[in-house]
C-alpha cells in the first residue's frame, strides 16, 4: 500500500514554521498591546498553528473554534454553505484574529468574515500561516502571512490529504 510520506517532498521544517509563527507573533503583538484578543481557530487545518500562535502571544488571549462545512478545498466550486460548529464565546466589541493555516480562493474565509461581522466585534483580521494567492477567486487580502506560496498542494502541520498528514511536524509539498 502507498503511503502519503513516498509523495511527500519537504517544503518547511518545524524548525522554519517556529520561526515563522514567532515574527507573526511580534507582529501581532506589537497591533495588540494593551488589548484582550480573540483567536478564531477555523477547524480542522488550524489546530496546530492556533496553538503554537497563542503561546507564542503575550497578550490577554482568548480562543475559539469554528467550522464551515461545504468549503471548497481545490477545485471544486461548491459554495460554502453553512457553520457545521458555531463560535460559542461572545464577540461583540472584542478584537477579533481569524487564524487560517492556509487562504486558497478565500471562499471559506469571506464565508466566515462575512459571519463574524455580524457578531459585531471592535475589530477584525485575519492571520494566515499560507497564502496561496494564485488561486484566489474572493478579493481577500490577510492582515498577517507567514509565508506566499505558489499554487501546490501541501500538507503536514496541520494540512490534511484526504484527512490525512495533519500530526506531520513538517509541512510537505505532495507530489502529485
Ligand atoms: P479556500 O476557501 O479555497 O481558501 O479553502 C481553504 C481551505 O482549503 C484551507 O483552510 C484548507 O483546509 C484547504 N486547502 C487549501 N489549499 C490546501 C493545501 O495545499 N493543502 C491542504 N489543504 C488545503
Ligand atoms: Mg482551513
Do not use: W
Not at 498553528?49 to 497563542?54: G, I, P, Q
Amino acid at each position: 500500500m502507498s503511503q502519503l510520506k513516498d509523495e511527500m517532498i519537504p517544503y518547511l521544517t518545524k524548525e522554519e514554521i517556529k520561526d515563522l509563527i514567532k515574527r507573526l507573533a511580534k507582529e501581532i503583538q506589537a497591533d495588540y498591546k494593551g488589548k484582550e484578543l480573540t483567536l478564531i481557530c477555523c477547524l480542522k487545518g488550524s489546530i496546530l498553528f492556533v496553538a503554537d500562535l497563542a503561546r507564542q502571544l503575550d497578550l490577554n488571549v482568548r480562543i475559539d473554534f469554528v467550522k464551515v462545512s461545504g468549503a471548497s478545498s481545490g477545485d471544486n466550486e461548491e459554495p460554502v454553505t453553512n457553520i457545521q460548529k458555531d463560535i460559542a464565546l461572545n464577540m461583540a466589541n472584542k478584537h477579533v484574529l481569524i487564524v487560517e493555516e492556509i487562504i486558497d480562493t478565500a471562499k471559506t474565509l469571506a464565508f466566515l468574515r462575512n459571519r463574524l461581522m455580524m457578531a459585531g466585534p471592535a475589530s477584525l483580521k485575519i492571520v494566515t500561516l499560507l497564502d496561496k494567492p494564485a488561486r484566489r477567486s474572493v478579493n481577500i487580502k490577510p492582515d498577517y502571512v507567514g509565508r506566499t506560496i505558489e499554487d501546490r498542494f501541501v500538507v503536514g502541520y496541520g494540512l490534511d490529504e484526504d484527512g490525512l498528514g495533519r500530526n506531520y511536524s513538517d509541512i510537505y509539498y505532495l507530489r502529485h
